[in-house]
């Protein structure tokens, strides 16, 4: 009789926890994939680098959104495909102030807790065709002033006080972008490989 009981409470225990992950399961699968702008769709700080690896870590709980400050995390909705209710942040919006508590709190290995300096969200970019102070139409810097990592991240050119150049302590964070008053928006974050200063074709 024990054997019985024993067996219908665990039956019963699987149920409810297949019963409970199917809603989160079907999402992902029922939601059509668009296609998603890297640029505004950066990976919280200490994010799996393959982005795959991360989609599957990440059990969309939720918890780094609800614990980080300036409320910059937000969530694939049903546009992610399979990426639905994975964070990611949108540096036009609300930029990273690198505070490590979305790492802290996160209960998979999709965000792991590293230092402020190793963190690697990207690197910022600038349009220097665009940028005021790079085509001398005015005085500037509030990229440099936020940036949380000071001169290691972004400062300012020798020839020019007032133009700013990416440096390769850039984390990515996103604060720049968010404080820039171009309305072109003239700095981004990429990736590294795609370098601190915008290239253009010409034809």
């Known amino acids: 009789m024990k054997r019985r009981s024993f067996l219908q409470q665990f039956v019963y225990v699987v149920a409810v926890l297949a019963a409970g992950s199917l809603p989160f399961g079907l999402s992902r699968l029922l939601a059509p994939a668009a296609k998603a702008d890297p640029r505004t769709h950066l990976r919280p700080p200490g994010a799996l680098k393959d982005d795959a690896a991360f ?48 790492m802290e709190v996160c209960p998979t290995e999709s965000l792991t807790l590293v230092p402020r300096e190793k963190i690697d969200m990207g690197i910022a970019q600038i349009d220097r065709t665009a940028c005021y102070p790079w085509v001398d139409h005015g005085i500037c810097g509030a990229c440099a002033v936020i940036c949380p990592l000071g001169e290691r991240g972004i400062g300012f050119d020798f020839a020019n006080i007032y133009r700013p150049v990416v440096k390769k302590g850039c984390v990515g964070c996103g604060l720049c972008v968010e404080v820039c008053p171009h309305p072109s928006l003239p700095i981004w974050i990429v990736e590294r490989s795609q370098g601190t200063v915008a290239k253009h074709r010409i034809g």
């Open 55 to 102: 989609v599957e870590a990440c059990i969309g709980c939720g918890l780094c959104g609800e614990v980080c400050p300036p409320r910059c995390i937000q969530f694939y909705q049903r546009e992610g495909g399979n990426k639905v209710n994975t964070p990611y942040i949108n540096p036009e919006k609300k930029g990273c102030i690198l505070c490590n508590k979305c």
